[in-house]
């Protein structure tokens, strides 16, 4: 549970149909389970939530979820965001203080992780959001635009997030280059008016949503992680993250 009792977190999971790569991709079966069951059951785990549900477009999800004990919300499939789908979301949760962003095609994702990010978040009342990033290790990931990346302040807090490489390694370079990974905690009062703020320029330039939020002077905590799961966009990474998910169900 949170720290004080006046805090309600709140982890909401946003499930959509439509994939150009993977149509249908949550309720893909793996391991004998939907994809998003998956997602549900490890985040069920935090410690840190108050509670839990997936948010939906499409009625073919919102069956399956409920089927398998799940809280379910139906939200319009007309958001541009997944921000806004969250901030629909929320409402059904007027309790909320806090709301935690858990990607729905992350079925290794560590519940432990989601815990840090809350408590990062309800621990200092000047933050805005938390997220998470990772080193980078791979060299080619450094250029690939696919890979988002962070710079810090000194404080821990995101300086800007970028898909090139930051910081330019003129000089050796001191820290680790780092790979901002997409969950994202939030003050639901911030949220809210996150949604409705006008698009900014290098949110536009970069496509990356969460530079609104700086460009608007909002702090964003960054969680220092090794922990990357391995997210589902194929039914080629669908087959790679069974075969895990089979290993841990033997080894338990």
């Not at 309790?95 to 621990?123: F, K, M, Y």
């Not at 970069?206 to 460009?215: D, F």
């Not at 905590?221 to 895990?244: F, N």
Request: proline share 8%; net charge negative.
């Amino acid at each position: 549970m949170p720290a004080t009792s006046h805090q309600y977190i709140v982890g909401l999971i946003p499930s959509r149909w439509g994939s150009s790569r993977f149509p249908g991709k949550p309720l893909h079966m793996i391991a004998g389970k939907p994809l998003v069951q998956h997602v549900w059951e490890r985040v069920s785990r935090c410690s840190k939530l108050n509670d839990i549900a997936i948010a939906t477009d499409d009625q073919r999800i919102y069956d399956a979820a409920v089927a398998f004990g799940a809280k379910a919300i139906m939200t319009s499939p007309d958001h541009p965001s997944g921000s806004d789908r969250l901030a629909e979301a929320v409402q059904s949760f007027p309790n909320a203080t806090h709301v935690i962003n858990i990607q729905g095609d992350e079925p290794l994702i560590d519940p432990a992780l989601i815990d840090r990010l809350a408590e990062a978040l309800v621990s200092d009342s000047g933050i805005s959001m938390s997220t998470v990033a990772c080193p980078i290790s791979d060299p080619d990931d450094l250029e690939n635009p696919n890979i988002v990346k962070v710079a810090l302040t000194l404080t821990g807090d995101a300086l800007y997030f970028s898909r090139s490489v930051i910081p330019y390694a003129r000089n050796p370079r001191i820290t680790p280059a780092l790979r901002h990974l997409g969950i994202y905690a939030y003050r639901r009062d911030f949220l809210e008016n996150y949604v409705n703020w006008a698009p900014t320029p290098h949110e536009q330039t970069e496509s990356l949503e969460q530079l609104r939020a700086l460009e608007n002077g909002a702090r964003i905590k960054v969680i220092l992680t090794d922990h990357v799961s391995i997210g589902v966009d194929t039914p080629e990474q669908a087959a790679q993250v069974e075969e895990i998910l089979q290993k841990e169900l033997n080894n338990n």
